[in-house]
């Protein structure tokens, strides 16, 4: 199963853009990763879908377009241009892995984002 | 509009079963097009999936955690829970419930509940 790496912060100043990066581990540059926003004291809610060719899928109900994604080679991308105060939060990646009978879903460990 | 909704105590004594159910509001449980999700995080920490269920009864556990899980579907309430037995202080977290969307397996998680809190201490 594939392992995604996150680091573990990240800032901008208001109005900047900050490019956050999910590292899938070695073997695995073909899958799409999920990425989540967690504000402070609330629920995840999804982002968006990511693989290798960009965004997969639609993004999650209420997701301003300042939110974009890329995927290169084993890396995830989550973009936010414009940065706001709203979007200080903790953003997750997650990834679906099945085979035969067999499934797990793994997340990242998370990378926190201040807006300075 | 779709809601999840978590319940079940807040406190757990070591070596007793944790019991949540989660409801579901806005979108019936028996939909072909979804699983349905149980996720953690300790405090401070990250998000780890706990397991997956479609209304047929299907399930998916973290291999970590399989022996003591089980889930389960309550479709006349439009529920879902789950049991997780034998806890420690290491099961403290807070519990979300989500809605899994289905493709060839589960997929992404695309609604969340708030989440509650449980706390294993005697």
């Known amino acids: 199963q594939p392992v995604l790496t996150q680091p573990p912060s990240a800032s901008a100043s208001l109005g900047a853009s900050v490019t956050l990066t999910c590292t899938l581990s070695?073997?695995?540059?073909?899958?799409?990763v999920d990425w989540y926003q967690q504000r402070p004291g609330k629920g995840p809610r999804f982002v968006m879908r990511?693989?290798?060719?960009?965004?997969?899928?639609s993004k999650g109900d209420g997701i301003p377009d300042r939110f974009s994604v890329l995927g290169s080679g084993l890396n995830r991308y989550l973009t936010i241009n414009n940065i706001q105060e709203e979007d200080e939060s903790d953003y997750h990646c997650?990834?679906?892995?099945?085979?035969?009978?067999?499934?797990?879903?793994?997340f990242g460990t998370g990378t926190k984002v201040t807006v300075l | 509009q779709l809601q999840l909704q978590e319940s079940g105590p807040g406190l757990v004594k070591p070596s007793e079963t944790l019991s949540l159910t989660c409801t579901v509001s806005?979108?019936?449980?028996?939909?072909?097009?979804?699983?349905w999700g149980w996720i953690r995080q300790p405090p401070g920490k990250g998000l780890e999936w706990i397991g997956s269920?479609?209304?047929?009864?299907?399930?998916y556990y973290n291999p970590s955690l399989k022996s003591r899980i089980t889930m389960s579907v309550d479709m006349s309430k439009n529920q879902f829970s789950l049991k997780l037995s034998s806890v420690s202080a290491g099961d403290t977290a807070v519990y979300y419930c989500?809605?899994?969307?289905?493709?060839?397996?589960?997929?992404?998680?695309?609604?969340w509940g708030q989440g509650t809190l449980v706390t294993v201490s005697s």
């Open positions: 806005g979108d019936s449980i028996s939909s072909s097009t979804y699983y």
């Open positions: 070695s073997g695995y540059s073909h899958y799409r």
């Open positions: 269920i479609y209304f047929g009864g299907s399930t």
């Open positions: 997650g990834a679906d892995h099945g085979s035969g009978s067999n499934f797990v879903y793994v």
């Open positions: 990511v693989g290798a060719g960009g965004i997969v899928g």
């Open positions: 989500a809605r899994q969307l289905l493709l060839k397996f589960p997929s992404r998680f695309d609604h």
